[in-house]
């Protein structure tokens, strides 16, 4: 039922049919609470505290997934090069505890989150999970005094955190029918303000930059190679062209992850999964394939039930994400002014 809900909003969504504008005066409503919410924290009326360290936050106003985790660990990764020491913090979607609470690549995903444990894995920085982002910042800081730069993933709307750095990620949706939720799916307007724009697409045309504003940068996320999941070498994709192949995703946009995988030359059934789907139920129960490819994400949730992670036809594509570097440097300019000041 919630599947369906979720297939029928996503829909009409992207146009501003019949749904879009019965649902219009409570996007109205919405908009006008939001509003209020950051008028109380632009005037001082709720106080957003503020970190030891520089803050970059990296978010979406379009609700589901844009590619957030991969920015988030290249950027990570980018730091590292410039000469940070950064830490990682995160609600943890889907993960169950409130407090703060550090990820190792060891932790269990349903404690912590699925994105939380790719991004301590692929990261090689600290991670850290709550509720309350402030307390997850100085959690982590306490545990590593070291850190000298934080990324907060998806906090954009947490106001409560304050934050020197803001990037906000679309995707080839651009804002869909330009509506606030639910008769859109925006959790804020376009014209919100930002310090960068990442479009995560194969281009971004005229037409879709104008839509997201902010002069955008392009992200283009690249999975050339796969691995077992039981461990193993790694192998090009159009190795795996002469199997009978059934493509799994359960993340926010699953049609991205199957869009990449035919343009590397695959043939693929697809199986798309709802967000953060926890596999219990095993949905390869009945597949009929030689090789099932799934995201990174959707991997380190396999890999600790054991049904699935003894299953040979499991293969995991990771991908990477691919920008300018002038990004970069214009954010660890941002960084450093901050750290200075």
């Known amino acids: 039922m919630a599947s369906q809900l979720e297939s029928t909003l ?3 969504w992207l146009r501003r049919g019949p749904l879009a504008w019965a649902l219009l005066p409570l996007a109205l409503l919405f908009r006008l609470l939001a509003g209020l919410r950051r008028l109380l924290f632009r005037t001082g009326v709720k106080r957003a505290e503020r970190l030891p360290v520089p803050v970059i936050v990296v978010g979406n106003i379009f609700i589901g997934g844009t590619g957030k985790t991969p920015l988030t660990i290249w950027l990570a990764q980018s730091l590292r090069a410039a000469g940070f020491n950064p830490g990682v913090i995160s609600r943890g979607h889907g993960g169950q505890e409130g407090a703060a609470l550090e990820v190792t690549p060891q932790s269990d995903p349903r404690a912590v989150g699925d994105e939380p444990l790719l991004i301590a894995a692929r990261a ?7 509720r309350r982002r402030v307390q997850a910042g100085q959690a982590l800081l306490q545990a590593h005094p070291g850190v000298d730069v934080l990324i907060a993933d998806d906090g954009l709307q947490h106001y409560a955190l304050a934050r020197d750095v803001e ?3 679309f995707d080839g949706r651009g804002v869909g029918n330009g509506w606030l939720l639910p008769a859109g799916p925006l959790r ?3 014209s919100r303000r930002r310090d960068f724009t990442v479009v995560n697409a194969p281009e971004i ?3 879709l930059a104008a839509a ?5 940068w392009r992200m283009h996320l690249a999975g050339e190679f796969a691995e077992p999941l039981l461990g193993g070498k790694r192998v090009p994709l159009a190795q795996l062209s002469d199997k009978r192949i059934v493509a799994a995703a359960g993340i926010g946009n699953p049609g991205r992850f199957f869009a990449m995988l035919r343009a590397a030359g695959l043939t693929v059934g697809e199986l798309p999964l709802p967000d953060h789907h926890d596999f219990l139920d095993d949905p390869f129960a009945g597949v009929d394939a030689d090789v099932i490819l799934i995201t990174e994400k959707d991997a380190v949730k396999c890999r600790q039930i054991d049904h699935l992670k003894n299953d040979p036809r499991l293969w995991v594509v990771p991908v990477t994400a691919q920008l300018d570097a002038r990004l970069a440097e214009q954010i660890v300019e941002k960084c450093r002014g901050r750290s200075l000041a």
């Open 212 to 216: 997201v504003g902010g002069q955008p």
């Open 10 to 12: 996503t829909r009409a």
């Open 205 to 207: 045309t005229p037409g």
């Open 124 to 130: 090689g920085c600290p991670v850290v999970v709550g």
């Open 167 to 169: 990037i906000v990620l």
């Open 188 to 190: 804020e307007p376009p």
